[in-house]
């Protein structure tokens, strides 16, 4: 304080700009990086899947054979660490572990994947490679299609340099809500697998995947993976009540068939197996079906219009599951239409988005629109750069293409490991069965002996 008022405020006392305390930034021990939360999270999920023990201690230690962190070794002792240097960052260890969230103890609940999604993503894992198992002439080609949005003052400007000595910096005031939106809804495709066949599992070979990057870069644009041309729409819907609400509620199954029919089916070049999340807008069937708050005279009607059988003594609940099961072997409109054009429609499983390679666009085109937000952002602005980026985004053929052999990668990755699983379970299944055939055949053979024994003494 006393260089303080000499100097008349020259000296610096406090660096945070935040007035008085210590509110800098401190480095850690260990280092706060992508790489080492990555590294330690796959440590600890690939301990516990094999039911070993973990503490600290052995975070610690891979830590130090990663080379995420040094300590130095005893002078007597080559094969231990410094006492005080080793406590020191076990400590740090623990408080990192604490600070990201880590816990000890027994889990209360285990995220176990419910069966129907399981049966859901193995099947579409069998229909997904099973048609890139088919002949090449048979093939059919890989569509994958989704809807997003995007608000007017969706921004994505985080990184934007500032002064921590300027107080007017933070002189923002309140935050703009979200404002009005634009909706929009493409397909995108990968190689055309007549010209072109991809593997489905990533390739550490950098020679292999040169060449794949060459072979692809010499194919004509129409057989390259990109957007669909045709199948981009975009529109802002201007009616209040139709900003009520999820997203969603504004995509609808009229407006969706719609664009199926118009802009989707007749720019597709060749047979293709279209590939889609489960939005209910995505599943409608020719027929409207009885809602949850239809009456009994309403399930009764239906029945009597499709031949369904009933009891006219039957229940609403007992009328619903016979619906059910009639409309599960039903196909839908987006199926007739595809199957009527020579195309096909494959969903992909709940809670798997890493299986639907537009999301990674999406997150490029929103991120490239919310880097140039401003606070002059208009509607009709926003407008104009959601069309830049989509025209841009029909020469993003080599990132669309790694977006869908990252996908692929991801599916061949959850084949793989669903089947080793299964053998697994199957050897050991065996050897149980080869025990107990062992035991019963001891068991017999020492009941004959006992029965023999005792017809001989009779």
């Not at 009005?180 to 055309?192: D, E, H, K, T, V």
Request: hydrophobic share 30%; proline share 5%; charged share 30%.
């Amino acid at each position: 304080m006393k260089s303080y008022f000499a100097s008349k405020g020259s000296s610096s006392i406090y660096t945070s700009g935040k007035g008085r305390g210590n509110f800098d930034k401190k480095e850690t021990r260990i280092p706060e990086t992508q790489a080492v939360v990555v590294s330690i999270r796959e440590f600890v999920r690939v301990r516990r899947a094999k039911r070993q023990r973990t503490t600290a201690k052995q975070i610690l230690e891979f830590c130090i054979g990663e080379g995420f962190l040094f300590i130095p070794k005893d002078k007597d002792d080559p094969d231990a660490y410094e006492k005080k240097a080793f406590e020191t960052a076990y400590r740090s260890m623990r408080r990192w572990l604490q600070r990201n969230g880590y816990r000890r103890g027994k889990r209360s609940g285990n995220i176990v994947m419910k069966e129907h999604i399981a049966l859901h993503r193995d099947l579409y894992l069998k229909a997904f490679f099973a048609n890139r198992a088919l002949p090449i002439e048979e093939q059919l080609w890989e569509v994958y299609l989704d809807e997003s949005y995007i608000h007017q003052h969706y921004k994505k400007n985080n990184d934007s340099v500032w002064d921590p000595n300027d107080d007017q910096d933070l002189q923002f005031g309140k935050e703009k809500n979200k404002g009005n939106r634009y909706c929009f809804l493409c397909a995108i495709q990968g190689p055309n697998p007549q010209v072109f066949q991809p593997t489905d599992d990533e390739c550490n070979d950098e020679e292999a995947k040169l060449f794949d990057k060459m072979t692809l870069s010499t194919l004509e644009t129409k057989d390259r993976g990109g957007v669909v041309p045709g199948s981009v729409w975009a529109f802002c819907p201007q009616q209040k009540k139709l900003h009520k609400g999820d997203y969603h509620k504004v995509f609808k199954s009229t407006n969706f068939m719609q664009w199926w029919n118009d802009q989707l089916i007749p720019n597709l070049q060749q047979p293709s197996i279209i590939i889609m999340d489960n939005a209910r807008y995505h599943k409608a069937y020719p027929d409207p079906y009885p809602t949850s708050k239809s009456k009994k005279a309403d399930y009764t009607a239906f029945c009597t219009m499709k031949n369904i059988p009933f009891d006219p003594k039957d229940t609403i609940p007992i009328l619903r599951n016979t619906i059910k099961a009639f409309k599960a072997k039903q196909k839908m409109s987006c199926e007739l239409i595809a199957e009527a054009n020579g195309h096909s429609v494959l969903f992909t499983p709940p809670c798997h988005s890493d299986l639907q390679p537009i999301q990674l666009l999406w997150a490029m085109l929103k991120g490239n629109i919310g880097r140039k937000y401003d606070t002059d952002t208009t509607m009709t602005i926003l407008k104009q750069r959601l069309d830049e980026e989509f025209a841009a985004s029909f020469g993003w053929n080599e990132s669309i293409e790694g977006f869908i052999r990252k996908s692929t990668a991801t599916a061949h990755k959850f084949f793989t490991e669903i089947q080793k699983e299964e053998a697994k379970e199957q050897e050991e299944m065996d050897k149980e069965n080869t025990l107990t055939d062992s035991e019963d055949s001891d068991t017999s053979r020492s009941s004959g002996s006992e029965s023999e024994v005792e017809f001989i003494g009779v």
